[in-house]
């Protein structure tokens, strides 16, 4: 029997695997990975990953997707490099650290496929198909450059240019993210309840790790929302295809991620500014608010960083001769 990766929910696809007997999953887990199955261990990946996970069957979509792609990608090596997926030897763990080193992938990606590669073997070692741990004591070099000097946040300059050719939504998505901060899967969740802006605030209700926050919005934002709200929410007419619709649940039409980045990247080739992610945007929210305010606490609150060490380093920076008026009367 083939087993057909499924496509529903977290919870009915960790059903595929949880159901079956002890003696059938290891069957199949070991089937699966001396044929390199490449959608069977992806589908038990994920099983396991939900089943076992930290985040279980709350686990976000995101996260899901770039473990079965890591999985897929080691899939791809170990193909390649006729790697016993069952017995590895003691060398191929590192040997595909190296690979991907030597290929010119940086640290912090390679630490990602790592982990897709490492959460594979506990779902085989979980299915009892093998007792082998080969990234346990493989290493990934340390990459010593801040993550906010790699992907530096965007500039004034650049946003202003984007918002001078972005349409309405598009520009609206930009003052969410680069002046809330928010991340795109945050913002893509608002719904028009979220949206205060006599209070000037957002409600995020499901960030990173399903933590809760309210949003402090910049005065342009609430503006922009204001004006966004009068021709998309609740009441207001909706132009698209000409006609007057229900209004969305949602804030944002945009429904997938990868949706957005198509209509905002637009936007960005329009103005001839290089689109370098959502990310960027966030940046630019800790970096100007830190400059202002000078407190990481309150600006990894304002992104919602669990730890400041994150906002310290990937998220914002001070200028480098913030301390010249301090020491003006030394």
Same mark, same amino acid.
């Given at each position: ?31 699966? !990975? ?67 080193? !030597? ?120 503006? !922009? ?16 295809? #000409? ?57 990894? !609150?304002?992104? #919602? ?8 380093? #990937? ?13 003006? #009367?030394?």
């Amino acid at each position: 029997m083939t087993l057909v990766p499924f496509q529903g929910s977290l919870l009915a696809q960790t059903r595929e695997w949880t159901n079956l007997h002890d003696d059938e999953l290891r069957r199949r887990a070991v089937k699966a !990975a001396g044929e390199k199955d490449v959608a069977a261990l992806v589908s038990l990946t994920t099983a396991y990953l939900a089943h076992q996970g930290g985040s279980g069957v709350l686990t976000s979509p995101r996260t899901t997707e770039a473990y079965a792609l890591g999985v897929r990608q080691f899939l791809e090596y170990a193909t390649e490099q006729a790697v016993n997926l069952l017995r590895p030897g003691r060398h191929d763990a590192q040997s595909y650290i190296n690979h991907m080193l !030597a290929a010119g992938r940086k640290p912090a990606g390679v630490q990602l496929k790592v982990a897709a590669a490492s959460c594979l073997y506990r779902a085989l070692r979980w299915a009892g198909a093998t007792d082998a741990d080969p990234f346990r004591d493989a290493r990934v070099p340390k990459d010593r450059t801040p993550g906010i000097v790699k992907r530096p946040p965007y500039s004034e300059d650049e946003l202003a240019d984007v918002l001078d050719h972005a349409d309405v939504h598009v520009k609206f998505l930009l003052f969410v993210t680069a002046h809330a901060g928010l991340r795109i899967s945050e913002a893509l969740a608002l719904q028009w309840d979220d949206v205060d802006e006599a209070g000037r605030r957002l409600h995020v209700r499901s960030g990173k790790g399903r933590k809760a926050r309210l949003v402090a919005m910049s005065t342009s934002l609430a503006r !922009a929302a204001r004006h966004y709200r009068g021709l998309y929410g609740p009441g207001g007419p909706d132009h698209q295809d #000409g006609k007057r619709t229900t209004p969305r649940e949602y804030v944002f039409r945009y429904g997938h991620m990868m949706t957005a980045r198509y209509h905002v990247e637009k936007a960005f080739k329009a103005a001839g500014v290089p689109f370098r992610g959502f990310h960027p945007g966030r940046k630019y929210a800790g970096t100007r608010l830190l400059r202002q305010i000078k407190d990481f606490g309150r600006v990894a !609150a304002h992104l #919602g960083h669990e730890s400041v060490d994150t906002t310290r380093k #990937g998220y914002a920076q001070l200028a480098a001769d913030d301390l010249k008026d301090d020491l003006a #009367g030394w």
